[in-house]
């Protein structure tokens, strides 16, 4: 979708099934969207009361005076409290107020301006004009940022608006040569790496001390005294006389410890790339063919589907 369109602060979507855009309605509602800012337009039948510019209450709505377009207009479960019927179309929500209040109350032109007034163009407001004037029923919705998701909702339901035509297209083309198409979607499942930093290693060096012990050999030198008697000789010319001495010098090895530091380990810090599978999943959606029947008809499927060749 355009950049321009996803600014707009109103949606619109075009239904050719009024029940799908019952649900529609309902399943917006539940997506937190507010009724007061939801809209509903509808052709008016001929056997529905013309009240131009005035507002008709809910619940005699449904009656048969009103006629069958109000009444559906009723069981979408709006909270809007009334219902116009204005001029050629029966509205509820901002632009059934709108519409009352454009130029005299009434009928193609006020519905252009309506919808004018929500920010659609000129062009685009008279094709929407030209949709709900061969039946189809109109839903706006005050979107306020979440353009996107009320499209999705509206689109998930059969809508189709200015841009996306082809579904209306082909619905058209269906009715007139009994012949259409449909495609089956189903949503994929697809994995998306991205690089992300989960920890981070450090490598540094800390100086912690321990006690060692080193067994080293030492000499030393001790003094050996030995006495041997000699017999009793005479010593001539010898006296007596204290202070002799003799002095022998003893030496031993001292051991004195010295510290050197010396590489004894070489750490080296890298990155390798371990691969591995990872296990992932999600819940996917995907849309399934359902063919009901009313009245006496046969039908039987061809194809490679699931289903084909069996009649339901």
Wanted: charged residues 30%.
């Amino acid at each position: 979708m355009k950049a321009s369109t996803q600014q707009r602060a109103t949606v619109v979507g075009v239904f050719y099934d009024r029940a799908e855009a019952e649900r529609a309605v309902a399943d917006l509602k539940r997506a937190g969207f507010r009724a007061n800012d939801i809209s509903v337009v509808v052709k008016r039948r001929d056997d529905e009361v013309e009240v131009s510019g005035t507002p008709i209450a809910a619940g005699a709505a449904t009656g048969a005076a009103v006629g069958a377009g109000a009444a559906a207009l009723a069981s979408l479960g709006m909270t809007f409290g009334v219902i116009p019927i204005i001029g050629p179309i029966l509205a509820v929500g901002p632009l059934a107020a709108a519409l009352i209040s454009a130029a005299g109350g009434a009928a193609a032109g006020g519905l252009v301006g309506a919808l004018a007034g929500l920010g659609i163009s000129e062009s685009e407001a008279g094709y929407y004009e030209g949709e709900v004037k061969s039946g189809r029923t109109l839903v706006t919705v005050k979107a306020d940022g979440r353009y996107d998701e009320a499209w999705t909702i509206l689109n998930r339901f059969g809508a189709y608006n200015h841009e996306h035509r082809q579904a209306a297209t082909a619905t058209a083309a269906s009715a007139t040569t009994g012949k259409g198409t449909m495609k089956l979607h189903e949503e994929e499942l697809h994995a998306r790496k991205q690089p992300v930093e989960t920890g981070e290693v450090r490598v540094r060096k800390e100086v912690v001390t321990e006690h060692q012990t080193l067994d080293v050999p030492v000499q030393r030198e001790e003094v050996i005294v030995e006495r041997h008697a000699v017999g009793g000789k005479t010593a001539p010319g010898a006296s007596i006389r204290a202070g002799e001495e003799v002095r022998i010098p003893v030496h031993e090895e001292q051991v004195r410890v010295e510290k050197t530091p010396v590489v004894k380990e070489e750490v080296t810090v890298g990155k390798r790339t371990v691969k591995e599978t990872e296990h992932v999943g999600g819940t996917v959606r995907k849309e399934e063919l359902k063919v009901e029947k009313k009245g006496d008809v046969d039908v039987r499927t061809k194809g490679t589907g699931k289903d084909a060749g069996k009649g339901r």
